[in-house]
């Protein structure tokens, strides 16, 4: 079940196994108007940085943190991002 409001509201869900014999996973879809090319730049965490205050800086929206966390996998917890690690933000060029 998919929560109104949630960040999922909106998304395709698919299922897939990568072999007959395994468990299917969930895939999400989000569809996406065609808003021009999107780039990416990367970005270096700092000593106090969280990701709702770069999704505001960046998007100007601090709600928008999970988006930059789906853009990049290795983060296993948000909560504890070591210095230094590079992030990859995406810009739209329209």
């Given at each position: 079940?998919?929560?109104?409001?949630?960040?999922?509201?909106?998304?395709?869900?698919?299922?897939?196994?990568?072999?007959?014999?395994?468990?299917?996973?969930?895939?999400?879809?989000?569809?996406?108007?065609?808003?021009?090319?999107?780039?990416?730049?990367?970005?270096?965490?700092?000593?106090?940085?969280?990701?709702?205050?770069?999704?505001?800086?960046?998007?100007?929206?601090?709600?928008?943190?999970?988006?930059?966390?789906?853009?990049?996998?290795?983060?296993?917890d948000p909560n504890?991002?070591?210095?230094?690690?590079?992030?990859?933000?995406?810009?739209?060029?329209?």
């Amino acid at each position: 079940m998919i929560n109104k409001n949630s960040r999922y509201e909106y998304a395709i869900i698919d299922y897939f196994a990568l072999n007959k014999n395994e468990d299917v996973h969930p895939v999400l879809f989000y569809p996406t108007p065609d808003i021009g090319t999107i780039n990416y730049f990367e970005y270096a965490w700092v000593k106090g940085d969280r990701l709702d205050s770069i999704a505001e800086r960046f998007y100007g929206d601090s709600s928008s943190w999970w988006f930059i966390l789906n853009k990049n996998p290795q983060i296993k917890d948000p909560n504890n991002i070591p210095i230094g690690t590079i992030l990859k933000i995406e810009t739209i060029v329209e």
